[in-house]
């Protein structure tokens, strides 16, 4: 993997420690949709009171929440489901009480909302290029699945939310084999994914946006990040929503999370543009930390390196009426950049 002099940017050695990836013990994955799931656990009240967890959810919450995550409980991947982590707009995140499947303590779980309450703004910039997955992970080729897809039937957009999921789970895959700092994968199914916790007992690891970082400690986490950053770029992978709000702090560690959006830098004629926001949006928050850098400068060196091509425009075809303001935010970016 080639080098970034990373000198020109910062004044400390850029260092890194790779962490090793472990195996986990394979289990067979959940097939039923969660609206299958859901239907069969609302006709049977037997199966609504054999789940009594320690977080207590409101009766729609409960609901979606067994439908998503009863096979994982019945494979026995966790004994208990504790709390509520985080609830957002693409999904909602539990502790779980580990066992020893995975050996952990405490696991978290992904679940993602139902497809009527994801609002995901442009989706399609992030689509482009990516092959729709099924549950398992692989490329769908059915045609009536695919003619399904296109036509944005209810089966079509399931299956769309099925691989929306497969991306965020295979990416962490790749990236927790590389030895990235990103939560451990455990399993995933239609709608969840089982990952590693990231925190304490009582408290979840907050996002970094939520945390103020000593300066000594602000550089040697910025470095951690782009080492990230470069990483997945050497593993043919833009995170394509990066931040502070998606990498979580806990005792001078992070992880980075949430790659449901990730696209491979030469498949999406947008991605560049896309790779550049990454940094400026994380360079951002370091320079309020006390760690001022040239983000434009970081993200064409780093796409250089590995001989990535650049794409210095938006391709007009991803952009209809309605993304007025995001073609105003790239010709804006452009000029800047021409100022660096």
């Known amino acids: 993997m080639p080098k970034i002099n990373l000198k020109l940017h910062l004044d400390d050695e850029y260092e890194y420690e790779a962490h090793r990836s472990s195996k986990m013990r394979a289990k067979p994955k959940p097939k039923r949709t969660p609206p299958e799931a859901m239907a069969e656990i609302a006709a049977q009240k037997d199966v609504l009171d054999r789940y009594e967890f320690t977080y207590r959810a409101s009766r729609h919450e409960r609901g979606w929440m067994l439908a998503s995550l009863s096979d994982f409980y019945d494979q026995q991947w966790f004994s208990d489901v504790l709390r509520l982590v985080k609830g957002g707009k693409e999904a909602t995140v539990y502790q779980c009480l580990g066992n020893a499947t995975t050996g952990a303590r405490y696991l978290a779980a992904k679940i993602y909302r139902p497809r009527m309450f994801r609002s995901l703004s442009k989706d399609h910039l992030y689509r482009e290029g990516r092959a729709n997955l099924d549950s ?7 045609d009536g699945m695919l003619n399904a897809i296109r036509k944005r039937s209810s089966y079509g957009l399931q299956l769309s939310h099925t691989s929306w999921l497969a991306y965020e789970y295979k990416a962490l895959q790749v990236l927790h084999a590389a030895g990235a700092d990103v939560p451990a994968p455990y399993a995933s199914d239609n709608n969840c994914i089982l990952m590693e916790y990231v925190g304490g007992e009582d408290l979840a690891a907050p996002t970094l946006n939520e945390v ?13 990040v782009l080492r990230n950053i470069e990483l997945m770029l050497a593993k043919d992978l833009v995170h394509a929503d990066l931040s502070a709000y998606n990498i979580l702090y806990w005792e001078g560690e992070i992880k980075l999370i949430d790659f449901p959006q990730a696209i491979n830098p030469d498949q999406n004629r947008n991605a560049y543009q896309i790779f550049e926001r ?6 951002e928050y370091f320079a309020r930390q006390g760690v001022p850098s040239r983000p434009r400068a970081i993200a064409a060196e780093m796409w250089t390196s590995f001989n990535r091509r650049l794409h210095p425009e938006v391709h007009p075809a991803l952009l209809d009426d309605q993304d007025e303001r995001d073609r105003r935010y790239w010709d804006k970016l452009s000029g800047e950049r021409g100022q660096d």
């Open 136 to 142: 398992d992970g692989n490329s769908i080729t059915e």
């Open 212 to 224: 103020e970082l000593e300066r000594d400690e602000a550089r040697r986490l910025f470095r951690r």
């Open 278 to 283: 990454d940094l400026i949006r994380v360079c």
